[in-house]
C-alpha cells in the first residue's frame, strides 16, 4: 500500500506514520511539507491508495489543493488531517473530494481506530456528536488556528516583519503570507493591526 503525508509539521508527520506502521509493515510512505513537493511525487506516480491531507498546509488552498489531488490522483482515498475545524468547513471539504477525516486531536485509541479502518481502504469519519462537541467546547476562532499560526501571530504581536518571522521560524516569506491571510480570515480581520490587536486581547482574556 502507498500512502502520501502532506502536512508541514515534522511531529505530526511522525506521529501518524508510527500509528500507520504499527498496523503493517508492508507500507511504502511518502512525506511532502509543502503541496509544491506533494505534487512532484504525484508526477512520478499517482497510485497512491491513501493520501493524509493537512488542511492548513502553508503552500496552497484547501479547494484549489483538493481539485488538483483530484485530477493528479483520481482513484486515491483522501483523507482530511487537521486540527478541529468549524464543520462547515469539514462538510465543504467531504463535497470536494475528500472522503475522510481524521481530527489531528483525536486521541490514542480514536487514532489507532481510524488507522486501522483506513488501511482496509474504508471511509473514516469521527461520531457528528464528537464534531459538534468539539465545536461547542472551542467555538471561538482562535481554536481553528493551528499551532504554527498561533506561533506567527504570537511573533506578528511583538512587531516583527514578515522577514523576521520567516528567519526565526525557518520558512519562507511567502508561507508566512499564505499563513496571515489563512489566519485573517479565521478570525475575521483584514490588517496586521487587526490581528495584533484581537492577539493581545486574546493574551489577556487567557491571563485573566
Known sequence: MKILIIDSQFFVRAGLIQVLTSFSDELAIYEAPTFDIAQEYLNHQSDYNLIFLDMDIPDAEIRPTLQTLKKMAPASHIVLFSWPRPLSEIRQALSNGVRSYL?????GEEAKQAVRILLQNDRYLPEESRLNDNLSRQGSAEHFLSPRQLEIMQLLAQGLSNKEIATILG???????????????AIKVSNRTEA???YLLRQKRLVN
Do not use: Q
Not at 520558512?171 to 480570515?185: C, N, P, Y
Open 196 to 198: 495584533t490587536l484581537w
Open 171 to 185: 520558512i519562507t516569506e511567502g508561507t508566512i503570507r499564505v499563513h496571515l491571510s489563512a489566519i485573517f480570515k
Open 103 to 107: 481530527p489531528k486531536d483525536a486521541s
